[in-house]
């Protein structure tokens, strides 16, 4: 019912920048917030940041001042812009979103990977 494609990720050395999108489609009322999670190789998925429908943000702390997330209403899609990137910033990143179809959805994309290089 709902689809999240991200795109954006690649191979960028320290101390670069990525910028990650990711629109939402299918059959929606509404979005209550959306929000991007990441998880490395033999850790479990976290937060990065989020964003709800009052543009009221929240950053994993060591992400702070970095990263910057933004939503475009109009068009479902939510980015993430990543500066200063860090080798331990490598991992897949995953969009997240609170969807209202008939009922409310917790929906994910497939993932995009991030490698940062030393």
């Known amino acids: 019912q709902v689809q999240l494609v991200e795109s954006g990720g690649g191979l960028v050395q320290a101390g670069g920048s990525l910028r990650l999108s990711c629109v939402a489609s299918?059959?929606?009322?509404?979005?209550?917030?959306m929000g991007w999670y990441r998880q490395a190789p033999g850790k479990q998925r976290e937060l990065v940041a989020r964003?709800?429908?009052?543009?009221?943000?929240d950053y994993a702390e060591p992400v702070r001042g970095r990263f910057t997330i933004s939503r475009d209403y109009a068009k479902n899609t939510v980015s993430l812009q990543m500066n200063s990137l860090k080798p331990e910033n490598t991992a897949v990143y995953y969009c997240?979103?609170?969807?209202?179809?008939?009922?409310?959805?917790?929906?994910w994309g497939q993932g995009t990977q991030v490698t940062v290089s030393s």
């Open positions: 964003i709800t429908s009052g543009d009221t943000t």
């Open positions: 997240n979103a609170i969807v209202r179809v008939s009922n409310i959805g917790n929906y």
């Open positions: 299918g059959m929606i009322t509404s979005i209550n917030a």
